[in-house]
């Protein structure tokens, strides 16, 4: 299905695990962002990616890492998970190469509950 | 430190009533401009986006847009129960690479 997927939906995992996040588009769209939500804090930028290949940290890049291997795929893996980083996580991609004011629209997956116990 | 600032509410409207939304932000070289909506447990689905200085409608939602006082605003004309949610207003950040910054978000509440 086109879209912009993301797997697990919910995950509980205990302190200092690896976790990984996945995400996947069907649109080859060039961007691609992770965000983390909390209450009372909106949605903030983990790391997104331009293009395969190319990554870069946003407003709170700690503890997580990217990856960007193939345009469709932008997983996210937290190397140790704290109870800090419990959160809904969203994962967007954008289009980008049209250039115009429209390709800046950001479509969102369904989003991921983590919860870090 | 680029910043969108959103009033959180919960704004409370009668149904049938004009909602107003507000936005401010603090990079002037921004020049795209978002407003998503987000129901409970859901993700951010887009309204509208304005680029341009004035008034764009798309049926019953206004966006403004002033560069100069770096302000941007969502009407929702007739609110309906339906509109209740949180929305987010998410300001390009200049400097390329397609990101944007959000608001945190104002909760809406529209009451029969």
């Known amino acids: 299905d086109a879209g912009i997927t993301q797997s697990p939906r919910y995950k509980i995992t205990e302190t200092g695990r690896q976790v990984t996040l996945m995400c996947h588009q069907t649109?080859?769209?060039?961007?691609m962002f992770w965000y983390r939500q909390d209450l009372g804090h909106g949605l903030r930028l983990i790391y997104y990616s331009a293009a395969a290949d190319i990554t870069d940290k946003g407003e709170v890049p700690d503890g997580y890492v990217v990856s960007r291997s193939k345009t469709e795929n932008f997983p996210l893996t937290l190397e140790s998970a704290t109870r800090s980083q419990t959160s809904v996580y969203f994962c967007a991609s954008s289009g980008g190469l049209a250039g115009g004011p429209d390709s800046y629209e950001q479509y969102f997956g369904p989003g991921t509950r983590l919860t870090v116990t | 430190q680029k910043e969108v600032e959103q009033n959180s509410g919960p704004l409370s409207v009668p149904e049938g009533a004009i909602a107003s939304l507000n936005c401010t932000y603090s990079d002037r070289g921004s020049q795209s401009f978002f407003w998503y909506r987000q129901y409970s447990g859901k993700s951010p689905e887009l309204i509208m986006f304005?680029?341009?200085?004035g008034d764009k409608e798309d049926g019953r939602f206004t966006a403004q847009l002033n560069k100069a006082s770096q302000y941007v605003s969502l009407l929702i004309r007739d609110s309906q129960p339906s509109d209740s949610a949180t929305y987010l207003c998410?300001?390009?950040?200049?400097?390329?690479?397609?990101?944007?910054?959000f608001g945190a978000g104002t909760r809406l509440a529209v009451h029969p």
């Open positions: 649109w080859s769209h060039s961007y």
């Open positions: 304005i680029y341009s200085n």
């Open positions: 998410g300001v390009e950040i200049s400097g390329g690479y397609n990101k944007l910054i």
